[in-house]
């Protein structure tokens, strides 16, 4: 959410900035319903004035025997109440008003992100890794021989329709082990903070995070009103809703394996085939919450934890910035790895990593305050997959994938997987 100060204080700034995400200006706008609610304000803070002198006059009016002017007073007092509740009820409509337009628009790109219009405008900024190179075609992950037995997408159709998939036996392991192994790394060695979070939230939670008003369809309600959480981004970002917290509280770094539930919305024929787009997925998430001056380099830092899980695996992988017209809505600056796929001989995003600045914070009213200040700032925050499991072991099928059908695991998950190698091509842990 936008700081109404800021927009008042260079609304030429702030359209610049809705403008590189292809938003038309709305600073007049804007400004015109917030003078508007200001002076319905100051008009009621003098009207109550006005009520509060003719309140006291009224006593001694009373007590002088002045009638007429005891009843002028009274009459006074009841209009100036009157008033004040028009003018508050006026006010109150205008800031919703203005409260709606300010919740719907996107976060302001930092001045360093590339200006575009599409993914096809995106930069990358970082590579790492060698795809592998096959003496045989290579198979997409539910086209692999020892992938079949373990990946069952009719039955899963059968008990909740299409985009799901029911996993067993060997892949089934592969799938809990990678949540197991990047919760460990991230732990042990990133120094996150591991949290077993709901996946049923209420409404404020997902206002915080940005996925609602404006996306709402790309989620799912229950009957009594909670909503299934799109990411564990929502939960662990609103471990902060509400709060005034000392800055010595700062940077917090959350960690949490969760199911995730999206609807896929305006996805029709987009990844259809195997897992890669479904409507419940597990993520393990990443959450930060620095203070302002630390958020810059905080995104950095969270992406290098995502990218060492994939070098970790041995997973090449690019690193890419998005461009202002790709970014997510509540994104300031936004870096996308993308995991190399043999079977579709591409890089396909696995982990999206952004710095939100104060926007989610000024929605959740989360503030810390410094040693020795009184008046209290927003928190930054910032999230990123670390990593979506689902397509991991698409990746990490693919790339072990073998001419005879087995797949070849990556040493790391050997642990993990009681000390088995890998998965034969009729399916079973070896």
């Not at 809705?18 to 600073?27: D, F, I």
């Not at 909740?160 to 592969?174: C, D, E, K, P, T």
């Not at 404006?214 to 309600?221: I, N, R, T, W």
Request: glycine share 8%; with cysteine; hydrophobic share 40%.
């Amino acid at each position: 959410m936008h700081d109404i100060r800021a927009i008042r204080e260079n609304p030429s700034a702030f359209d610049a900035a809705l403008a590189k995400r292809g938003v038309a200006p709305m600073s007049s706008e804007i400004l015109a319903i917030d003078e508007s609610r200001r002076a319905k304000i100051t008009a009621a803070e003098a009207a109550l004035a006005d009520r509060n002198a003719a309140s006291k006059n009224v006593g001694a009016a009373k007590a002088k025997g002045d009638d007429a002017e005891f009843e002028r007073l009274r009459t006074l007092v009841a209009e100036k109440k009157a008033e004040i509740a028009d003018l508050e009820e006026l006010a109150k409509v205008e800031d919703a008003k203005l409260n709606d337009i300010l919740m719907a628009l996107p976060n302001s790109p930092h001045d360093d992100v590339p200006e575009g219009a599409d993914e096809n405008d995106n930069v990358e900024i970082h590579k790492w890794g060698t795809p592998p190179a096959f003496d045989f075609d290579a198979k997409e992950h539910f086209e692999i021989t020892g992938v079949m037995p373990g990946m069952d997408f009719e039955t899963a159709a059968k008990l909740s329709g299409s985009r799901f998939v029911l996993l067993s036996g060997a892949i089934a392991r592969i799938h809990r082990a990678l949540a197991q192994f990047m919760l460990d790394t991230h732990t042990s060695e990133n120094g996150l903070t591991e949290v077993n979070a709901p996946v049923l939230v209420r409404d404020e939670a997902m206002l915080g995070t940005g996925q609602l008003p404006k996306f709402a369809e790309d989620s799912y309600q229950t009957t009594n009103g909670w909503w299934l959480v799109p990411t564990s981004e929502v939960t662990l970002t609103n471990i902060v809703a509400g709060s005034m917290i000392s800055e010595d509280y700062l940077p917090r770094r959350y960690t949490a394996h969760s199911l995730c539930f999206r609807s896929e919305a305006g996805s029709a024929g987009r990844d259809t085939s195997g897992m890669l787009r479904q409507h419940q997925f597990e993520k393990v998430e990443m959450v930060s919450v620095t203070k302002p001056e630390d958020s810059r380099a905080e995104l950095d830092r969270m992406t290098k934890c995502a990218e060492g899980i994939l070098e970790k695996l041995n997973l090449a992988y690019r690193t890419m910035v998005l461009c202002t017209g790709d970014m997510g809505f509540g994104a300031q600056r936004t870096h996308d790895i993308e995991v190399w796929l043999p079977g579709q001989n591409t890089y396909r995003e696995i982990s999206s990593c952004s710095v939100c600045g104060d926007f989610q914070a000024r929605r959740m009213n989360a503030r810390f305050k410094r040693e020795g200040e009184k008046k209290p700032e927003f928190v930054h925050t910032l999230n990123g997959s670390g990593l979506a499991v689902g397509r991991c072991l698409i990746a990490v099928l693919e790339n072990g994938q073998n001419a005879d059908g087995s797949i070849t695991m990556p040493d790391v998950l050997h642990p993990y997987l009681g000390g088995k190698t890998q998965v034969t091509a009729d399916g079973q842990l070896a």
